[in-house]
């Protein structure tokens, strides 16, 4: 065996070594469960975000009417109105905007913004990673719930550890990390796992070690 290839296999197990005692770290601190019940924010209401589709409604005015994307800087651009602020606004305050705009062309304006597709800002999307069917990024949805975001992925893998799953939120401004059941929910029935969503959340869905 040469010099390097002993080098190498020593780096290899001392890395594995390290890897395995943060894991055993980490399971040995237990994590609080996910609290059952959690206020929903205050009236909540659909945020634009980039990659949205916004249809454009302008009364009386076909050629003004059209569906456009968000673009990743947050902004749209339609005939008569371009490099439009859309990102962090409500359809309402977005078609005031547009109404603005366009008023520097044509009579009163009436304008309607309707959202046909839906991403939404980043801090409200919630992400899915780890041994889920189909890790991806959800838009929040008021009152979702964890089962609501276990069937939009379609539940865990067989080489999941579901009831080592945990949350990440950002409470009071700071990162705190929440365990939830997902074994009981998915497979057990224990609707008692099923905890409620919020904006921002960040599911991860551990592999088993066996």
Known sequence: MSANTSQSLRIFFRSFLVIGALALA??????????????????????IGPGDTVKIIVWHDNDLSQSVVVRPDGKISTPLAEDIP????TPTILARDLEVALG????????????DKFV????????????????????YREHMSLMDVMIAVGGITDFAAGNRATIVRMVDGKQVQYRVKLQNLMRDGDISANV???????????????
């Open 104 to 115: 520097r062309y044509i009579q009163s304006p009436v304008v309607t913004v309707v959202v």
């Open 120 to 139: 939404g800002p980043y801090n409200q999307q919630i992400r899915v990673i780890g041994q889920a069917t189909k890790p991806q990024t959800l838009q």
């Open 196 to 210: 409620p969503m919020l904006p921002g959340d960040v599911l991860i869905i551990p592999e088993s070690f066996f």
């Open 26 to 47: 980490a399971c040995s601190t237990p994590l609080p469960q996910a609290p059952e019940h959690i206020a929903a924010p205050d009236h909540y209401q659909y945020i």
């Open 86 to 89: 859309a990102a962090g606004k």
